[in-house]
């Protein structure tokens, strides 16, 4: 069995750097991505289980990325 993909969506670059490094010491396989422009490339380039999700990022925001993610059943979010 493969390890959980996980991605944190975070804006902050130090809290994302301890999100993921924390989550693949957890066991998990980790990206982090600060912006709904960026969540969208890496969705495109990969599969992913989880997404880790900060509601106040610049651009679009995590509530309306959120209701865009919200009819993917495949998918987890930790908001």
């Known amino acids: 069995m ?5 991605l944190v969506v975070e804006d902050n670059p130090r809290l994302r750097a301890d999100l993921v490094f924390y989550l693949v ?3 998990l396989c980790a990206e982090g991505v600060g912006d709904g422009h960026q969540l969208d ?3 495109n380039a990969a599969e992913w289980d989880v997404i880790v999700l900060d509601l106040g990022l ?11 993610l919200a009819p993917r ?3 987890g979010l930790v908001i």
């Open 25 to 27: 010491n957890c066991g």
């Open 2 to 6: 493969s390890a959980i993909r996980c």
């Open 41 to 43: 490339q890496a969705m």
């Open 58 to 68: 610049p651009g679009e925001d995590g509530l309306s990325i959120a209701r865009r």
């Open 73 to 75: 059943a495949d998918l």
